[in-house]
């Protein structure tokens, strides 16, 4: 047997001893829950019960898991991807700003009416206008 819960009221994990609180799950259980969270799953506290879900179906709110509905979820997926994708942007902008200095220092036509600098401002000025519709 294995016990989830908290000893110090922030943090939950696996016990091998019960302690006040604590919910027994089987080791079976217990292992069908590892398998989730190495699928990308989390493991919370849920209604007494101790689950593995997907991070974009519940919100904890006030230390208590609540289940979000359809438009929440969705609402907090395209969120986190939002955030990934401006992340993304950043690095690609500041590779940009790299070549953009090697451009200026050493000019050379891309081809034969774009110089490379012009074709790196081009870039850039496209994904800040990306960062602008995901951010707003």
Excluded: C
């Amino acid at each position: 047997m294995k016990y989830y819960g908290t000893k110090n009221n922030k943090d939950y994990g696996f016990y091998e001893e019960n302690f006040e609180n604590a919910i027994e799950i089987t080791d079976e259980y217990w292992i069908e829950l590892l398998h989730q969270q190495s699928n990308g799953k989390i493991i919370i506290f849920y209604n007494n019960s101790v689950i593995a879900v997907n991070e974009t179906e519940y919100s904890k709110e006030n230390g208590v898991w609540k289940k979000l509905s359809k438009e929440e979820a969705d609402t907090k997926q395209l969120n986190i991807q939002n955030a990934i994708r401006t992340q993304e942007i950043h690095d690609e902008l500041e590779t940009l700003d790299k070549k953009r200095i090697r451009a200026l220092s050493e000019p050379s036509l891309k081809d034969e009416n774009t110089t490379w600098l012009e074709y790196y401002n081009l870039q850039a000025v496209q994904l800040r206008s990306e960062l602008n519709q995901i951010t707003n």
